[in-house]
């Protein structure tokens, strides 16, 4: 075990919890309990990672398993980064950011196998009734699950199809997203919002198909769809099988049963005397002298090391100073950032209301929402930018009144990962020409410096999968990297 803390925290800052005529309390229970490590600041480390999420935690068991010598250093009081479980009111389980999970993302699956979890359905996503919200938001109207997803799925089916072939000139194999890389910059300058200026008239649409096809393509991006890359919704469809269904089933219908949590600390568990320090934020990252990096944390310390991985969410990387500067490149796309991402929220019901799913599309502030647990007490919702505050239970009782006219939420509990200051995003997906554009050279190491995250993954760029994904490859450069130019200490 990396961590043997005596006195061992259960709770983390991030997140709140607001109670009906409450106000929001910040800071949430956690499952994960680790407890920062003393640091001796004259030691050297052969890989000092910066960042302990997926991407960070699964690099520093790869690497302390080959019997290297590291440090995680880590900006929040706790680890698992964009994800994290909450327990609260008698055990339930929330996931605040990453959550759903499949076991066609084949990174994830294996450390599901390897630690023996298991996974839960988020009962709701299957509903047989649907709540679409019509006319700007005005309008509800209830549908059947049977009558409308298979036409939802043709008009989604039309939409893809850019080439005739559902996609699949243009992403033939999504873990290697270049492998057609003539028809990825032909279709990367496009817009989600352009594809579907496109194609709105061969569509055909009812009013609720057309509802429901962009409430689903502005909840994948998490926003207004003009902003978002045409291009990552055809990696999305070609990891999802070039199927409506299949897709949808990859993206949130299962979770981790024990909790995205465990899994972290599992992986945590298993690294061989890593060093870890949290509340720890790295403020540069000196390569200017030969065989060794000085990391300077903001308080100003100075730590040394052999390489260091870089697994910072892409929208902060800009906050890190790099001496000498980035590739230009690099540099160019950490100001400009990635889509931002939007909101997620729980809210608990005063009186459950079995399996139910609902839609409306940008820009009502709640884009998608379902039940989630067996009979239907406990709502996750999501919505674009940063039109709903999460924080005002009463706000987001109106909203989901406009769904569910009678319902009365208990309490809201979620984290704003917009403005979270060493996050500021929420899962990956880039702006028009931003694929082809940057994310071979947002991959490419600059040794001693490497660079991991799910934001910058070639397949399940922007989830769980692909934050392990990059971790893996980074790991596995930084051992072939120590190996040609040191020994093992
Ligand atoms: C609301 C939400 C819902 C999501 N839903 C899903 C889902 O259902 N399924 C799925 O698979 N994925 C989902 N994702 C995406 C998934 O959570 C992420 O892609 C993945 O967790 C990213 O892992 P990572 O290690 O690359 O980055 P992160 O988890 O962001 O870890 C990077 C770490 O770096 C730290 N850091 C930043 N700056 C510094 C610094 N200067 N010094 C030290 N540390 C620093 C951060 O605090 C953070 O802990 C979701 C994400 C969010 C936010």
Known sequence: MANKGESLSKKTTDGFLCH??????????????????????????????????????????????????????EAKDRIGGRTFTAEYDDGKKFEIGGTWIHWSQPHVWTEITRYGLSIIESKGVAAEHISVLLDNGTKLKQITLADNWITLGKAMEKYSDIDNVQARMVMPLPHAPFTARENVEKYDGLSMQDRFDQVRNALNMTDEIQAMLLALLSMNMQGDIAEGGFIDHLRWWALGDYDMIRMFDKLGRYKIKEGTSTLAQAILNDCQNVKLLLSTSVASVDRTKQDSVIIRLQSGDLILARTVLVTVPLNVLKNIEFLPALNLKKQEIAVKGQCQGGTKFWAKLDKPIGHWFAMAPYPNPITMAYTDDQDGSVIVGFGPEGLLDIKNIETVEKELNKFLPTVKVQYVLGHDWRTDPNIMSTWSWYKPGQMSSYLQILQTCEPPVFFASGDIANGWRGFIDGALESGLKSAREIQQYLDKHFTST
């Open 20 to 73: 009906l005529n409450e106000l929001a309390t910040n800071g949430l229970p956690t499952l994960t309990y680790v407890q920062s490590q003393k640091l001796v600041y004259t030691e050297q480390y052969d890989v000092i990672i910066v960042g302990a999420g997926f991407a960070g935690l699964i690099a520093a068991r790869e690497l302390s398993l080959r019997q290297r010598k590291v440090l995680l250093i």
